[in-house]
């Protein structure tokens, strides 16, 4: 079964650090690009981080110098390293690739950003 699944969210202070990891399976463990989204309730999915084959990684504007995206291709799991956090960070993740002609999505993970 083609799957990603996303962990690693949860409640967080300001200038905190999460690390969310999203596990794949059912597919090659090199399928690229890779992507990390987040979407807080009744706005648009944003596009955090982009991991394309020869790892470079786009940043959304507002999260650069503080996340870190990178992949394990040996676990099939990619990464997104959470630093600095702030409470606009709050939203749920999403890992996404596309592949074989399906656009594959994980369930999410929340991450709420709060003192």
């Known amino acids: 079964q083609v799957q990603l699944k996303e962990s690693g969210g949860g409640l967080a202070q300001p200038g905190g650090s999460l690390r969310l990891s999203c596990a794949a399976s059912?597919?090659?463990?090199?399928?690229?690009?890779v992507y990390w989204y987040r979407q807080v309730l009744g706005k648009q999915r944003e596009l955090v981080a982009r991991?394309?084959?020869?790892?470079?990684?786009y940043y959304l504007d507002s999260v650069k110098g503080r996340f870190t995206a990178s992949t394990d291709n040996a676990k099939n799991t990619v990464y997104l390293q959470m630093n600095s956090l702030n409470p606009e960070d709050t939203a749920v993740y999403y890992c996404?690739?596309?592949?074989?002609?399906?656009?594959?999505w994980g369930q999410g993970t929340q991450v709420t950003v709060s003192s």
């Open positions: 996404n690739v596309f592949w074989n002609g399906n656009d594959i």
């Open positions: 059912g597919f090659p463990s090199n399928v690229y690009p």
């Open positions: 991991v394309t084959e020869d790892r470079t990684i």
